[in-house]
């Protein structure tokens, strides 16, 4: 996130950027640390906030536990988040071997993204504050593409990072691991965080797509 967080800085945002270690906790306990990270940064005001992956499901866990105030969050981009799962959570940690080190490369909270109507991303509610996702179309992993069935990113299929009540939704032709890299990428960002909307995109590119997800204003 460092490239976006330098981005960010230029166009005259003060940006926390807060790391987490997603393979040591589960994601309550991950979300509970990322909001006591946040809990007293300009803590009269509402904030932005930028996540990538998992980071979506944890800003979301951390508002429905109560341990980050809605009042705290004013718009949110999320780059390639398992809003509903991951078809790899489902079948990776249940193979011999695999399973194993499926369960180290991901830790607990990886185990928690499966698609099932037990897993996390199924237990969270609709976003109740404005969010904007940015989805991949590219992939490098062709197992894992395999697995996944669908248009994917490599770690999640688009229809898979879409949530209830998102405010815009785009997908753009890069690999999960680089979503937070390209400058298309920082620049729909920062228009989603100044205006609430992602900016029109090039609709003769056949990987390139806009679905607003919600009504206009």
Same mark, same amino acid.
């Given at each position: 996130?460092?490239?976006?967080?330098?981005?960010?800085?230029?166009?005259?945002?003060?940006?926390?950027?807060?790391?987490?270690?997603?393979?040591?906790?589960?994601?309550?306990?991950?979300?509970?640390?990322?909001?006591?990270?946040?809990? @007293?940064?300009?803590?009269?005001?509402?904030?932005?906030?930028?996540?990538?992956?998992?980071?979506?499901?944890?800003?979301?866990? =951390?508002?429905?536990?109560?341990?980050?105030?809605?009042?705290?969050?004013?718009?949110?981009?999320?780059?390639?988040?398992?809003?509903?799962?991951?078809?790899?959570?489902?079948?990776?940690?249940?193979?011999?071997?695999?399973?194993?080190?499926?369960?180290?490369?991901?830790?607990?909270?990886?185990?928690?993204? @499966?698609?099932?109507?037990?897993?996390?991303? =199924?237990?969270?509610?609709?976003?109740?504050?404005?969010?904007?996702?940015?989805?991949?179309?590219?992939?490098?992993?062709?197992?894992?593409?395999?697995?996944?069935?669908?248009?994917?990113?490599?770690?999640?299929?688009?229809?898979?990072?879409?949530?209830?009540?998102?405010?815009?939704?785009?997908?753009?032709?890069?690999?999960?691991?680089?979503?937070?890299?390209?400058?298309?990428?920082?620049?729909?960002?920062?228009?989603?965080?100044?205006?609430?909307?992602?900016?029109?995109?090039?609709?003769?590119?056949?990987?390139?797509?806009?679905?607003?997800?919600?009504?206009? @204003?």
């Amino acid at each position: 996130m460092r490239l976006i967080e330098r981005y960010l800085d230029a166009h005259d945002y003060e940006v926390l950027n807060v790391g987490y270690p997603s393979r040591s906790a589960p994601i309550s306990a991950l979300a509970a640390r990322v909001a006591d990270e946040i809990r @007293d940064w300009h803590a009269d005001v509402p904030l932005d906030f930028v996540t990538h992956s998992l980071g979506g499901i944890l800003l979301r866990a =951390a508002v429905d536990a109560g341990a980050l105030p809605l009042a705290r969050v004013q718009r949110a981009v999320m780059l390639g988040p398992p809003n509903t799962g991951s078809e790899l959570a489902d079948l990776l940690p249940h193979i011999p071997l695999v399973g194993r080190l499926y369960r180290v490369m991901t830790g607990p909270a990886g185990v928690q993204l @499966d698609t099932s109507a037990m897993g996390v991303p =199924a237990q969270l509610p609709p976003v109740p504050f404005q969010v904007g996702i940015i989805a991949g179309t590219r992939s490098w992993n062709p197992l894992f593409s395999a697995i996944l069935g669908e248009p994917n990113d490599g770690k999640v299929r688009i229809e898979r990072t879409r949530v209830a009540g998102m405010r815009d939704f785009i997908v753009v032709p890069y690999w999960h691991p680089l979503l937070m890299t390209p400058t298309q990428v920082h620049e729909q960002i920062l228009h989603f965080l100044t205006t609430g909307r992602f900016r029109p995109l090039d609709t003769d590119r056949s990987d390139a797509g806009r679905d607003t997800g919600a009504p206009p @204003d």
